[in-house]
């Protein structure tokens, strides 16, 4: 399968009219190779493929079949340049999008100097991760089985008197143990006004008499990411919560519903979009409907009111429809879905055709 992916670039690199190309992302790594992500970088050409790394990584690296490790103990730019020019390369793309500055200029100087080419590429390999094969899927449906026993879990806490961040530790803990040894992110604990900030960082602040909390949170299950948001009201949910909570679970219905290949992005959005302003509710929401998941929490395609971007069948998706009232309460539902041929299937709940 690894093999698969690495032809499919090379075609990618081919078509570009690259000899090579210089991948410095470790999720772009980790997607390629299945190689954990670490510090390195893969150059990817017909001939012979090369992963640079230092010692700390160079024992793991060399059990990949798929490259020839090359351990550096001096100068990483040198020896990159220095490996493209063996292997005849004349035009060498790099990832704009995951090189700094500092590491552009340097690797800049080393392959002009050997009469290189040194060429922005976007996106290449993000294109090909966009579209996501059925054990890609199997591992974010079970990223995504594990955050919903996380909700089931932190909801027996919610009226405990723990504090956000005790609970968001506790939740974090939880997801370690059912999936990976990381998460997909911190989990979001936010309750009643702090819940109108997007990305509340979890504070000591405990449950108040609103009774109202947000959780956004995501294990990690091979690799792969899950992210989904829920409400939770202990007790019962004030009319005016309510009111703005029916809505947004209706503009992501709404969404779900028009899901299907062939869908521009920004139109997907809109559809979610046109439901909160007609509202008068459109203000408060400030940020796209969603976006790609994988290795990655966010990867292409983004869901905003620019994209143009077409959707595809089987690319992996977060629909998050908000409505965030400054000093009072945000309400966000976020679910995952999948791009099936017919419609969309949801991973956590049903299928909408």
Not at 116 to 124: A, E, G, Q, R
Not at 178 to 190: M, Q, R, S, Y
Not at 211 to 240: E, N, Q, V
Request: net charge positive.
């Amino acid at each position: 399968m690894k093999k698969n992916r690495i032809k499919k670039c090379l075609k990618l690199i081919e078509k570009t009219g690259l000899d090579a190309l210089l991948l410095s992302s470790p999720s772009n790594i980790r997607y390629l190779s299945g190689f954990r992500q670490a510090e390195g970088y893969l150059l990817l050409n017909p001939y012979e493929n090369i992963y640079f790394t230092n010692f700390i990584y160079a024992e793991e690296a060399e059990e990949i079949s798929l490259w020839k490790t090359k351990l550096v103990k001096e100068n990483l730019f040198e020896a990159v340049a220095k490996g493209a020019k063996n292997l005849g390369i004349k035009k060498l793309g790099f990832e704009a999008k995951h090189l700094t500055f500092l590491e552009y200029k340097l690797l800049k100087k080393c392959v002009t100097n050997r009469n290189i080419n040194f060429v922005k590429t976007t996106d290449l390999v993000a294109d090909l991760r966009s579209i996501k094969d059925e054990k890609e899927i199997k591992f974010i449906k079970e990223a995504t089985k594990i955050t919903l026993q996380g909700f089931e879990f932190v909801e027996e806490l919610i009226d405990s008197g723990l504090s956000e961040k005790q609970i968001s530790l506790e939740l974090e803990k939880f997801l370690k143990l059912k999936g990976d040894n990381k998460v997909a992110f911190p989990p979001i604990v936010a309750f009643g006004r702090n819940s109108s900030v997007p990305h509340h960082l979890p504070c000591g602040q405990r449950l108040g008499r609103d009774k109202m909390s947000l959780i956004d949170s995501g294990a990690m299950s091979s690799g792969y990411c899950s992210d989904l948001t829920r409400i939770f009201f202990s007790g019962k949910i004030p009319i005016h919560m309510k009111k703005i909570y029916d809505l947004i679970k209706k503009a992501q219905s709404l969404a779900i519903k028009k899901i299907k290949p062939g869908l521009e992005a920004k139109e997907l959005d809109r559809a979610a979009r046109d439901l909160i302003e007609k509202n008068k509710m459109g203000r408060y929401f400030g940020h796209g409907l969603g976006h790609g998941i994988g290795i990655s929490v966010h990867e292409k395609p983004f869901l905003n009111p620019y994209n143009r971007e077409v959707l595809k069948e089987n690319m992996v998706l977060t629909i998050e429809p908000a409505v965030y009232l400054p000093g009072k309460f945000g309400i966000r539902l976020e679910s995952i879905v999948i791009i099936r041929k017919n419609g969309a299937e949801v991973i956590d709940g049903d299928s909408y055709r």
